[in-house]
């Protein structure tokens, strides 16, 4: 194929989104894949699970289904693979399936298959490829931690490496994430274009963050800390019930809202009853995405200090632009690509999600400076703003307009903190 024949051929491919699970019960991948997809210039078809052998869950995303979702039609139809081993007869059979489901909804054209990550995804579509060469072009998203995953297994490792050197295009969420896909394929395209987030979703009035505020029973000169993440190790929550109680036998009027459910649940409600934190510290668990703006802007601190936890680590953090995009400073961890959603004293603060005392102080300062608070979540706002979905939207169609046309994908990155 000469040089430019490769963008004519895809003109007019299909695009086709593959990701084994997706909406409603979703990660911060899944919702970049979504809010980007569902603004794309022409029709996305998004090739997932078939749904839920759970009525419950089957209910949910049937009704989710039949929602608005923009550019996207939502074709429930993989059989997972399962266990990903390649040694497995039911493994091979599951990607059969899936290569046989890709063709059609091709229908004879060429497509362009977004996959949300390297494994089972990227490994689909690699396979897809390599039978139909000319007819297949492979953006392949890479988020972090399923690459220190890869890490632990000869067999992921294989999948990623195949994926990826089958991939035309490598979008990462982080310059982090770039390191980790650069470390395992050196010489593959790759361009980072982070996540994003909707700004006016995140205004509230102040009547009806004060009406939310009240509900937790608070008096009226707490400061509020709040965490929004499945409660998991690498999300650090318990490190935030210390800070409470530390700071609060200082004499700092300081409560936490914890939202999110998970495993950690159980221990971190234990562990502030044991240190006197009962009525300091809510669990409201996994609350609705429409009350997130509520939290946020009842909020006067946001904390996520995230920490690397075997293979898990945090490859960005949406959360911390749709903190941002309400107002509110946030402290986060230096691990992964944190300290990229968060600008270190200008949107929040950076710190050693390990170290009790850094965590602690820097709440500390947010909490007892109200001028520093608003100047940071001032900044924030405009931060936020310059992650607009749709100027991620716009970064990468360039991206994969710049791997059709076979030149380098220069300006395909986020935007970049101003000095």
Known sequence: MRRGDHSRDFRKAADIVISQDFLPVIGGAHAWLYESYRRWKS????????????PRLAQAEQEFDRGEHGSIEILREI??????????????????????????VAGGKPVILHCLRAFPDGFSAALYKSV????????????????????SSRQLRFMARFAYEAADLIIVNSESTRALVEGLCPRRRVVCVHPGVDPERFRTS????AQYRATWGWPAKTIVLSTLARMEPRKNHSILVRVVGKLRADGIPLALVCAG??????????????????????????????????LFAATDIFAMPSIQVGEMIEGFGIVFLEAAAAGVPSVCGNSGGQGEAVLDGQTGIVVDGRDLKEVADAVQSLAIDPDLRRRLGNRGRVWAAEHAWDRVVQLTHEAIHDALSHTPAEGAHAPRPSQ
């Open 43 to 54: 029709p996305v078809k998004v090739l997932t699970r078939a749904y839920s052998s759970d």
């Open 79 to 104: 059989t997972p693979p399962g266990e990903l081993d390649l040694l497995s007869l039911p493994c091979w059979k599951s990607h059969l399936r899936q290569l046989r489901s890709i063709r059609r």
């Open 132 to 151: 139909r060469p000319r007819s297949a072009l492979i953006v392949v998203y890479a988020h972090g931690e399923e690459l220190l995953v890869a890490q």
């Open 206 to 209: 102040t009547q009806e963050a």
């Open 261 to 294: 459910d998970g495993a950690e649940r159980a221990r971190l409600a234990e562990m502030a009853e044991a240190l006197g934190l009962r009525d300091w510290i809510r669990f409201p668990g996994a609350i609705p995405e429409q009350e997130k703006r509520l």
